[in-house]
């Protein structure tokens, strides 16, 4: 048997060739990104459809004018405007929609049982147009929520006569009771944030309303420069 040697440039542009093909032909593997879409509802008007609709990764409250009974929601709106919701990549390979419910009753949210909130919302996710009983975020990427600050989470905070400085937190309201697993709380400079890792109701308020005393997130640099707002 004879051994057949191939030139070295000869096997180069084989693979080149190859190379070219694979992309021109679309044999080159592609990354599907599945799309996201986000619905934001008032509770006491869920049957009515969403007031506010967006698609991406990321979904900001903007400034919408409330009619008719929904009006009465109008401050609380306000004050959520530019409050956003990002995940940095979607959470399935087929389409997601993500149903963002405020928990409102005329200028507040709802009560958590007994505990008083700045924050209450439920979200609902939908895979491929079905509901899902409950839904696990990945770790690599869980469901952000960011109130910047400004006059709007300080009238959110206000409705509870607290500030930054207390020990605010975000916690899952289930129905009897509250749990932080799966929930990071950051009070930044620039605006408080959760990490959530699930679906779920989730609450904002004072930590020791929910059982979670001084549990708040700092750093030093955010503690320093919260002493001087």
Known sequence: MKTIFIPMDSMIRQ??????????????????????????????????GPVLTGDGNEFVIVDYQLSGGQSQYR???????????????SPDTRPVEIRVILNVRGDFFEDAGSASTFFNVTFLVLVNGREQDSFNFSKSSPLIISIPVGRGLDNLLNRLNCTRRDNIMFVAFLGSGFEKDGIETFNQTSALRAEIDHTATIVGGIGDNFGYPNTSQYNTWSKIKLLFK
């Not at 080149?16 to 032909?25: A, E, K, P, Q, R």
């Not at 080159?28 to 509770?43: F, G, Q």
């Not at 401050?75 to 990549?89: P, T």
């Open 15 to 48: 693979v080149l060739s190859l190379v070219v093909l694979f992309l021109f032909t679309g044999f080159i593997p592609k990354v599907i990104s599945a799309e996201i879409t986000w619905k934001l509802y008032l509770k006491p008007y869920y049957s009515n």
């Open 75 to 89: 401050d609380i709106l306000e004050d959520m405007e530019d409050v956003s919701f990002h995940l940095n990549q």
